[in-house]
């Protein structure tokens, strides 16, 4: 190898990793200064990096320009010293792997330090079965029968639990508890848990009388969480004892995925007929999705509702848009079809 080679390997090294090029040449005790001053301006660089992000590119031009000049005055004073042998290998071979553990030990470092650091992050801060005892008191407290807490999943980014739980008299309920580490303390969705099932119990037997044939039916409601903190005591009113005193308390939502088997302007009658059974049974706020989907998804193993490359044909109201409706040829401006 020619001498401008041998220095440029030098000099590519030490820019790479101050002090590979010096080890290249054979200057093992210049080399480790070189490292270690690297590897000290690297860390700063990470936590303070226009401060000293010129000193270490100034290092590694440095390291550079000394490695090539003094391999080039090496090579004229002793070319021997650079011919490929034993020796030579070794060295080159030491020169390579310094200069990777030169660069990769900040790396390493720092990435450690970022494990140790996550895995403390998403380390609960509270005692999880202290915690468990907290909730099941505060529940007790609030509703006058005792509950299980079940299991504990804290959230680092918000710094928040979140506590699942269960009446020890119905442990098929699955209530959720949000403990935000704040003054106002827990939140918990108890009387949202039977509303939904009450919800359930009362309305599903109707839709399933009115749309038979759907394949997927979802219903959910929301209520309004101004009034819904009005409600103390123990007790829990029935959802239909809070419709007589306030119609506006909930609002009913209905996601109904059934089949295109008929044109969209035969279903107009039976959504009609639907919402106005639901209206005699005091529901007065209501948004719905009727959503059709071609008969070809039968065949398929899996079908992606978030798709509309399935879908037929669909109807979506809102609270607004129901209300707004005088006959069943109203929903006819709700309709959206696709190709």
């Known amino acids: ?21 010096q080890v290249y040449a054979g200057r093992i005790w210049t080399a480790i200064p070189y490292m270690v001053v690297y590897f000290g301006l690297y860390l700063t660089h990470l936590f303070n990096p226009y401060v000293v992000i010129k000193w270490l590119w100034a290092l590694r031009i ?13 090579f004229r004073k002793d ?15 030491a020169a390579v792997m310094s200069g990777v553990l030169v660069f990769m030990s900040p790396i390493w470092y ?6 140790e650091a996550l895995k403390e992050e998403f380390t609960p801060k ?29 959230m680092p980014f918000v710094e928040s639990y979140a506590i699942r739980v269960h009446p020890v008299d119905d442990p098929e309920l699955k209530v959720g508890v949000i403990d935000r580490g704040t003054e106002e303390g827990f939140d918990d969705t108890y009387r949202e848990e039977i509303w939904d099932r009450q919800f359930q119990k009362e309305f599903m037997p109707v839709l399933n009388k009115h749309f038979p044939d759907t394949w997927r039916k979802e219903i959910s409601f929301s209520a309004n969480p101004q009034k819904s903190d009005l409600l103390t005591g123990p007790e829990i009113p029935y959802y239909k004892e809070i419709l007589n005193e306030d119609p506006n308390f909930f609002i009913l939502h209905l996601n109904l995925n059934l089949y295109a088997t008929t044109p969209p302007e035969e279903q107009l009658s039976r959504i009609w007929n639907l919402f106005k059974e639901l209206e005699e049974m005091g529901v007065t706020r209501l948004s719905v999705s009727f959503e059709y989907y071609k008969e070809s998804v039968k065949t398929l193993d899996k079908i992606d509702i978030n798709s509309v490359k399935h879908l037929s044909y669909a109807f979506f109201l809102g609270e607004n848009d129901v209300k707004s409706l005088r006959t069943a040829e109203d929903l006819q401006k709700y309709l959206k079809t696709y190709r």
């Open 79 to 93: 070319a021997s010293f650079f011919q490929p042998g034993k020796m030579f290998w070794i060295r080159s071979g």
């Open 62 to 74: 440095v390291a550079m320009l000394d490695a090539g000049i003094y391999t080039w005055m090496k």
């Open 110 to 115: 720092f990435s450690s330090l970022f494990r």
């Open 126 to 154: 509270k005692d999880t079965e202290m915690l468990k005892r907290e909730v099941e008191q505060y529940l007790e407290k609030k509703y006058g029968k005792k509950f299980v807490a079940e299991h504990v999943s804290y």
């Open 1 to 21: 190898m020619k001498q401008s080679v041998h220095s440029l390997v030098a000099s590519l090294l030490s820019l790479f990793a101050p002090g590979a090029g």
